[in-house]
């Protein structure tokens, strides 16, 4: 079965930290994403990667960065967290460009 | 740039009634569509999708018709069931570009 890990569910933390979030995909695929999830907006991209250590930017990149340093893992790291970054994350992979997406369970951060 | 719009929700139908959840779409050259349904708790799964105009995905009963002509891809199904209640996420996924595009979700309850 294909599978999509994000290693939290459930986070709470302060304002000013630095968060990770972290995502890993048994499917050996090349493309991973991490995309925020609020209510009226939809899924917005924040960065994606094609490639171990190649990464680009999504649509609100601002406030946020990313790592791959294995093909299986594609970490997100909130350099200095915000009340404005409070949202549900969701990773996902995908082959290729031409074919489905599968998402992981997502991760709710409240920042306080 | 490309962007895709969904009916607003929340939808409230009864058992066994018609569905329609309308998507359009902007977006230059032939993008891929698609629609994702996420479940009370969990990620977002596919549910169907449509490559080329005049293609017609389905799944689980839904169907959805990729519409050229109108930039459309609405969400159908005939009767509605109680385990059909999710947010459903309508997206395409540009030309040459390995990203996914959502509309805003559309929070669908069934009532028995």
């Known amino acids: 079965d294909v599978k999509v890990t994000q290693s939290s569910r459930y986070l709470v933390k302060r304002t000013g930290e630095k968060v990770f979030l972290e995502c890993v995909q048994d499917m050996d695929h090349e493309n991973m994403f991490w995309y925020r999830q609020d209510p009226g907006l939809g899924l917005r991209l924040i960065y994606f990667?094609?490639?171990?250590?190649?990464?680009e930017k999504g649509d609100i990149p601002e406030g946020y960065s990313v790592s791959r340093e294995k093909k299986e893992r594609f970490s997100l790291i909130l350099e200095s967290a915000s009340t404005n970054q409070t949202s549900m994350y969701l990773c996902?992979?995908?082959?290729?460009?031409?074919?489905?997406?599968?998402f992981g369970q997502g991760t709710r951060l409240t920042v306080v | 740039g490309d962007s895709v719009t969904q009916m607003e929700g929340p939808v409230t139908l009864s058992e066994e009634a018609f569905l329609t959840i309308n998507c359009t779409y902007t977006a230059t050259g032939y993008p891929s569509l698609f629609w994702y349904v996420q479940y009370p708790g969990e990620g977002l799964q596919l549910l169907l999708k449509a490559t080329k105009a005049d293609d017609k995905g389905s799944n689980k009963g839904f169907e959805a018709t990729y519409r050229k002509e109108t930039t459309s891809f609405h969400l159908e199904k005939g009767s509605v069931q109680v385990s059909d209640s999710a947010v459903y996420f309508c997206?395409?996924?540009?030309?040459?570009?390995?990203?996914?595009?959502f509309g805003q979700g559309t929070r669908l309850t069934i009532n028995p």
């Open positions: 997206a395409l996924r540009p030309s040459g570009a390995q990203k996914l595009v």
């Open positions: 990667s094609y490639d171990v250590k190649m990464k």
């Open positions: 996902a992979s995908s082959v290729s460009m031409n074919t489905e997406a599968f």
